[in-house]
């Protein structure tokens, strides 16, 4: 079994930085894809931020402002924002995939956590 726990949102003005982290237990190995994704307020649907596998990708819309990364040693997974914005605001959840191949979609992960709530203030 895989949980996954997600941890360092909060309030933060626009420009300001966190890092979000997601700690993994279970089957979760160095190569097992993961990844961020985030759902605005009001939004049906998850929206892809960034993912780390085999390579990094990581949407556009926050290319030059947040960064992916993993400590394997300690299962965790990161996601490091700085000139936050009020649109940046979101729930964001940390996914993980028990396949080989890392995704954009929603559809190609099978592990979710639950989620933490940024807030960028104007």
């Known amino acids: 079994q895989v949980r996954l726990v997600e941890s360092g949102g909060g309030l933060v003005q626009a420009g300001g930085s966190l890092t979000l982290s997601c700690a993994a237990s279970?089957?979760?190995?160095?190569?097992?894809?993961m990844a961020w994704f985030r759902q605005a307020p009001g939004k049906d649907e998850r929206e892809f931020v960034a993912?780390?596998?085999?390579?990094?990708v990581t949407a556009y819309s926050v290319k030059d402002r947040f960064t992916i990364s993993r400590d394997n040693a300690k299962n965790t997974m990161f996601l490091q924002m700085k000139n936050l914005r009020p649109e940046d605001t979101a729930a964001y959840y940390c996914?993980?995939?028990?396949?080989?191949?890392?995704?954009?979609?929603?559809?190609?992960?099978?592990?979710w956590g639950q989620g933490t709530q940024v807030t960028v203030s104007s």
């Open positions: 996914a993980a995939s028990s396949g080989r191949m890392g995704s954009t979609r929603e559809s190609g992960y099978n592990y």
């Open positions: 279970g089957s979760i190995f160095s190569t097992s894809p």
């Open positions: 993912r780390i596998d085999n390579t990094i």
